[in-house]
């Protein structure tokens, strides 16, 4: 839906403050702890030895003062070091990451190309100090497809490393390659092109009852015999003060306010929403959107915590 109001209609909400703070903080919140792990990983990524790195996030002024900044990076720093860790384990030691050129005919006579950075012996590497959400999984599967499509005869694979989202573990999601064999490749990568690209052109259109984490959840519970509308509802609903996709502020444009989970699964399927490459046992158009977009990436992806 963002992405519908963005690039079809020119609407942007941004419900943050542009206000410089004037005072020094005593104590980060949220996003600024981000902020000190993130920059605190691309340094160690780049080769920064460790107390290096802590020296020069000190030196920016970013920390609560003194004494008072080393609780920050006592959290934040033995994360880094663990998603850096399992990072360099990843890929073998070499020259940097190399680009790869993407070109796609597809079947209506448009061509998908781009470049895609990030990639080291035939993996695509994502590294970040962030949760391992749905978003970024999507993001690499996407990114996947693109270059199989692309490139069949390179065994690619995507990799995600991050913190888990129960706690500070590191949460490492793995897919691909996505077949065997050069043909096996090609197939499943024009295939799932395919159905990507018909979601993204009807996501154009209108915006579709598609959201990251309620979807993701929703397709998993769904695919592994669970109750899916109790995960996705969790994803979904708004409880004890911590924001859900209910609460985003394009979502509230779209459907005129917060609206709960039953509402949205109210939603019926359109009429060309069905058949080969659709599960029409899903009864709402929240669940068959999810299940075309999520189901054979679940099938390929490998999730571990460390």
């Known amino acids: 839906m963002r992405a519908f109001l963005r690039q079809r209609l020119g609407i942007s909400l941004w419900g943050g403050s542009d206000e410089i703070e004037d005072g020094l903080a005593v104590e980060l919140d949220g996003l600024e702890r981000w902020g000190v792990g993130q920059r605190l990983l691309e340094a160690m990524l780049a080769g920064v030895e460790g107390n290096a790195a802590i020296k020069a996030e000190i030196a920016r002024g970013t920390l609560p003062p003194g004494v008072l900044g080393q609780p920050v990076i006592f959290d934040v720093y033995p994360v880094v070091e663990a998603i850096v860790a399992e990072s360099t384990a990843v890929v073998t030691a070499g020259p940097g990451a190399d680009p790869v050129d993407v070109r796609v005919e597809l079947g209506d006579g448009r061509v998908l190309s781009g470049t895609i950075a990030g990639v080291r012996d035939d993996t695509l590497l994502t590294t970040t100090y962030s949760r391992v959400s749905a978003k970024q999984r999507l993001a690499a599967w996407v990114r996947l497809v693109a270059m199989s499509a692309s490139s069949p005869k390179r ?55 598609i959201f990251a984490a309620t979807s993701a959840a929703y397709a998993a519970a769904a ?47 359109g009429p060309d929403e069905r058949g080969d490459g659709w599960d029409d046992s899903e009864a709402s158009r929240l669940g068959r959107l999810a299940r075309r977009l999520w189901d054979r990436l679940l099938e390929e992806e490998e999730l571990s915590s460390r």
């Open 155 to 209: 065994e690619f694979c995507a990799v995600t490393v991050g913190r888990a989202g129960g706690g500070d573990d590191v949460r490492v999601a793995r897919v691909g390659p996505l077949a065997e064999t050069i043909e096996g490749r090609r197939l499943t990568a024009t295939t799932e092109l395919a159905a990507l690209i018909d979601l993204y052109d009807r996501g154009m259109r209108e915006p579709l009852p």
């Open 223 to 269: 695919g592994s015999g669970q109750d899916p509308v109790g995960a996705a509802e969790k994803e979904w609903q708004t409880e004890w003060g911590f924001d859900r996709e209910d609460r985003e502020l394009e979502h509230q444009l779209v459907l005129g306010g917060v609206r709960t989970f039953a509402e949205l699964l109210e939603i019926v399927p």
